[in-house]
């Protein structure tokens, strides 16, 4: 389940106001101690096929995938980390694995990126916009997978050849 949100004001504000509501939901505010894996998993098939290095916790390995473009919110930039890159997140379950995400796109992106994930197998969960006045205008597309780590990543890498982004850092 995605919630999103957005807001205005004071840093420290909107932070206490942020933590009260998370506080009405029972939802925690601290991480809990890290658990590592029985054996180490070995992602680098999927971050070769994708072309970017992921960040690993355990069996999930999650990617931010910033766009090409400057994005803003009236006028004022939002960065990558704040949700303006593709997110993709892979987790091991066996053999297989489960990947979910968001995908940032453009108009003219949003129909050959579906094609390019259903057609690999990929389901699209939602397509739908967080703001109303962002620059470029921008569509959040969800997606949802299950099957071999690898085959997942050649599926997401034909849909992320239909963006603009930026290339990885090598």
Do not use: C
């Amino acid at each position: 389940m995605y919630m999103h949100f957005g807001g205005h004001g004071r840093a420290k504000e909107l932070a206490e106001k942020m933590k009260a509501t998370l506080a009405l939901t029972g939802t925690p505010v601290t991480l809990p101690p890290a658990t590592a894996p029985a054996t180490e998993l070995n992602w680098s098939k999927v971050e070769s096929t994708l072309g970017y290095t992921g960040q690993r916790k355990g069996n999930v390995i999650q990617f931010g995938i910033p766009r090409a473009e400057k994005i803003t919110e009236n006028g004022m930039e939002v960065p990558p980390f704040m949700g303006m890159a593709t997110a993709i997140n892979l987790q091991m379950a066996g053999e297989k694995a489960a990947t979910t995400g968001d995908f940032v796109l453009l108009a003219d992106e949003v129909n050959p990126v579906v094609k390019a994930l259903t057609e690999n197998g990929i389901a699209v969960t939602a397509i739908h916009n967080h703001m109303l006045f962002e620059s470029p205008r921008l569509f959040f597309l969800h997606f949802w997978g299950f099957d071999a780590p690898e085959k997942l990543a050649a599926s997401l890498k034909a849909a992320l050849d239909k963006t603009r982004r930026a290339q990885p850092i090598r």
